[in-house]
């Protein structure tokens, strides 16, 4: 009698198991994803663990495991750990028609793109004779998070540029726009007869001309050098002339101003330009690019000095009045003697260096080139 009861209850385990084990998956998804498309790098975004059981059948202890690149970190999270990536594994009981939804909060360390990958979800039997295992690929429809350059004040970068536009506007030749009204004032013997505005001639019983604004405007170009050097700290200043220049390149598109960002990095070609007409989504285009790994294999980095001639060949066509910054942690004379040759005298330049912030440097003035000291951020 006992060993048919202890039969019965076998083949009643059997069958549960059976039974669960081919119905656990079904009508269940885990999703991993970031609440925002970007954040920079330094601040704190939010990572969602989503776990989703449509279906009246619980499923007592499920596993979830996946895993992020080491340049975000966790600041609230347990269960991790951490070799060339950051592997977290949580384990969940969920009801018939539960939703569980976790919140993680992950801080940037570095720029780049990152995804939450290898996405796994692990099941026993309902009487732990055996694991269930179903391996999951990131859904397409899920983005992964651009951690953008880190933010860094240029307010003296911007004042330096001001003083350079300033020094060109008065030595350069005006031409006047006729398509850009400025004002109207009284009319002397140089002005042409069709500026004359005679209505407002008739009512001051005087001939007035109309005034135009300059028909040039100035052109930031901001060059960014991220060949790194093998010298002490080379990584951390090339980073801050990363951020430097993205940084730069917002101030820039929230005053309106016609900016073009160069790089001396690129897939084949060994440089990248960004020009043409402004607005988010080029900045947008611009921010992408300095979130890629310039350590990549298929990533061509050239030295500045070999750069700015073929810097020259991809701005043939294109209008180069204006001001040239140069972002580098690589200073040296040599550097400053090619940056000197490439604008030759009828143009003037910024050379931004990032420096730490126990040097002891002042903006100085070499030739045509302007040196500013980026001092880090304390």
């Not at 692990?122 to 732990?128: E, K, Q, T, V």
């Not at 004042?159 to 030595?171: D, N, P, Q, R």
Request: aromatic share 10%; with cysteine; glycine share 8%.
């Amino acid at each position: 009698m006992i060993a048919v009861f202890l039969l019965g209850a076998a083949a009643i385990v059997f069958l549960l198991d059976y039974f669960y084990a081919g119905r656990w998956m079904k009508a269940l998804s885990v999703r991993i994803a970031f609440s925002e498309p970007h954040i920079y790098a330094g601040e704190t975004g939010e990572l969602t663990e989503l776990i989703e059981n449509r279906k009246n059948l619980p499923v007592p202890v499920l596993e979830v495991g996946f895993r992020i690149q080491r340049g975000l970190q966790f600041t609230d999270a347990e269960n991790i750990q951490e070799s060339d990536y950051i592997y977290k594994r949580d384990l969940f009981a969920v009801l018939g028609m539960e939703r569980i939804l976790r919140r993680y909060h992950v801080t940037a360390r570095k720029r780049g793109y990152y995804t939450a990958g290898q996405l796994s979800v692990h099941a026993p039997s309902l009487f732990f004779g055996e694991e269930f295992l179903k391996d999951m690929e990131r859904q397409e429809d899920d983005p992964g998070l651009y951690v953008y350059a880190a933010r860094m004040k240029v307010d003296p970068v911007l004042k330096a540029v001001e003083t350079l536009c300033g020094e060109i506007e008065s030595t350069r030749r005006v031409f006047e726009d006729p398509f850009s009204f400025s004002g109207i004032r009284s009319y002397t013997i140089q002005d042409p007869m069709k500026t004359i505005n005679w209505k407002a001639s008739a009512r001051t019983g005087s001939l007035m001309v109309n005034t135009f604004t300059s028909v040039r405007s100035l052109r930031i170009f901001v060059v960014l050098d991220v060949f790194m050097d093998m010298g002490a700290h080379a990584y951390d200043l090339r980073e801050m002339a990363v951020s430097a220049a993205a940084s730069l390149c917002r101030a820039l598109s929230r005053m309106n101003q016609d900016a073009v960002l160069a790089v001396n990095a690129g897939r084949g070609s060994g440089g990248t330009v960004f020009a043409g007409q402004g607005g988010a989504d080029r900045l947008a285009r611009e921010e992408i690019f300095l979130t890629e790994d310039f350590e990549a294999a298929d990533m061509t980095v050239v030295p500045l000095p070999d750069y700015l001639p073929l810097l020259s060949q991809e701005g043939k066509g294109r209008e180069t009045d204006g001001v040239f910054v140069f972002i580098s942690s690589n200073d040296s004379g040599l550097l400053r003697e090619r940056i000197r040759e490439w604008l030759g005298r009828e143009r003037s330049g910024l050379l931004v260096v990032p420096v730490r912030s126990a040097e002891k440097r002042r903006p100085e003035r070499d030739g045509s080139l302007s040196i500013l000291p980026l001092i880090e951020k304390q």
